[in-house]
């Protein structure tokens, strides 16, 4: 089954595919659609990004690819070029096959039949790669040389193709990256209490990108074990590589967040989660407030881990919040970095509750005694 997300071009779309059995967009909203999307059994999804901002196609699209990882995404676009805000984000969400139709040269009369063929080509041909879309990613692009010979690109090629193949062996691991909003703020803290909670569903992997001040104290063979959780710290997750099996979670400490570099933005941008830690007070409080506009240029579904707030401190800075769409998840008091309390899971596992296997719902024991009864059937007349 396909499904389609358009404004503009169903007709196209429709007979690129070539079938009947397809899931269209209403129009409503996008989030919600493509978690409907997601109920049901597509194996293509050809979206235009045209149908919503940057922003809110970024969200949905990453729930819908965290319910169907399995599911081929496609995006269509008309007249974008490399270095494209909207393209290089759904590139950090591991979506590589790309359709972009340049209208400059095409008569009106033969876009409709250029896009058709387009998207195509593009089903008939095989999944593509990160090689493939490489060019749409906006860290590569911000990074270019101002030398725009040959050399200089082959060079720069060159350099980001070794990174590809292990970038690709981690899609399907959930990534969740921790910043502080400032010194002090409990992000070590808060990454080691999340991988104690990941620790009951799977392997998971803590690491600390070089730079950070953190759990890792000095140098030694990577990855080390402690508490059953593998640790590592290196410039980049392109060196995290399991001796044994793959991790099912990687949990990364890039460190505070007005000390980032390019690196740290590009682990923050790619990852599946990403949170800033952030301390109760007022002063505190301020420190984060005067970073928002630089966490939404990275990206702009962050998660607040606050720091053992009251609850009065809980209702305003969620109302103050709430204008940028931010959820908060006040995280008790706890000392113990590897103890996890009670209330300390229960938060946790709702700001991770996308990547937690579902727990089967008790039945009631009504419902129960329902399943158990025999039906009676009632015969008129007799």
């Known amino acids: 089954m396909f499904?389609?997300?358009?404004?503009?071009?169903?007709?196209?779309?429709?007979k690129?595919?070539?079938?009947?059995?397809?899931?269209?967009?209403?129009?409503?909203?996008?989030?919600?659609?493509?978690?409907?999307?997601?109920?049901?059994?597509?194996?293509?999804?050809i979206i235009d990004v045209e149908v919503a901002p940057v922003d809110q196609l970024s969200i949905a699209l990453r729930s819908f690819r965290r319910q169907r990882p399995n599911t081929r995404i496609i995006l269509f676009g008309r007249d974008r070029r490399p270095g494209d805000k909207c393209i290089g984000v759904c590139v950090a969400l591991g979506i590589y096959d790309i359709v972009i139709v340049h209208t400059d040269e095409i008569q009106e009369d033969d876009l409709s039949a250029v896009i058709t063929d387009a998207l195509q080509e593009k089903l008939n041909g095989p999944v593509s790669t990160y090689a493939d879309a490489a060019k749409w990613d906006l860290l590569i692009h911000e990074d270019m040389p101002n030398d725009h010979s040959k050399k200089g690109r082959a060079s720069v090629a060159k350099e980001h193709v070794k990174e590809i193949v292990i970038q690709e062996r981690l899609i399907g691991t959930p990534v969740i990256t921790v910043t502080g909003a400032h010194p002090g703020a409990g992000t070590t803290y808060c990454c080691l209490q999340i991988c104690q909670l990941l620790s009951e569903y799977g392997k998971v992997a803590y690491v600390e990108l070089e730079g950070t001040n953190g759990f890792i104290r000095g140098e030694g063979e990577f990855p080390m074990n402690f508490k059953g959780i593998e640790m590592w710290r290196v410039p980049s997750l392109i060196h995290v590589t399991p001796k044994t099996n793959v991790n099912n979670y990687i949990v990364v400490n890039v460190g505070y967040w007005r000390q980032r570099t390019d690196e740290v933005k590009g682990e923050v941008r790619r990852a599946s989660k990403a949170f800033i830690t952030v301390g109760s007070s007022p002063w505190r409080y301020r420190d984060f407030s005067e970073q928002v506009d630089s966490l939404k240029e990275t990206r702009d579904d962050w998660n607040i881990l606050l720091q053992s707030p009251s609850d009065q401190q809980t209702k305003e800075i969620e109302r103050?919040?709430?204008?940028?769409?931010?959820?908060?998840?006040?995280?008790?008091?706890?000392?113990?970095?590897?103890?996890?309390?009670?209330?300390?899971?229960?938060?946790?596992?709702?700001?991770?509750?996308?990547?937690?296997?579902?727990?089967?719902?008790?039945?009631?024991?009504?419902s129960r005694l329902l399943s158990k009864a025999k039906p009676t059937i009632l015969r008129q007349g007799g």
């Open 3 to 14: 499904g389609i997300v358009t404004k503009n071009y169903q007709v196209e779309f429709e």
């Open 16 to 45: 690129a595919i070539g079938e009947s059995s397809v899931f269209h967009w209403d129009g409503s909203s996008l989030r919600e659609q493509l978690d409907a999307a997601a109920r049901v059994q597509i194996r293509t999804l």
């Open 320 to 366: 103050d919040v709430d204008v940028i769409g931010w959820p908060i998840f006040p995280v008790p008091y706890q000392p113990e970095p590897f103890k996890l309390s009670d209330p300390s899971k229960k938060i946790f596992e709702e700001a991770l509750a996308e990547y937690l296997p579902r727990k089967p719902e008790r039945s009631s024991l009504f």
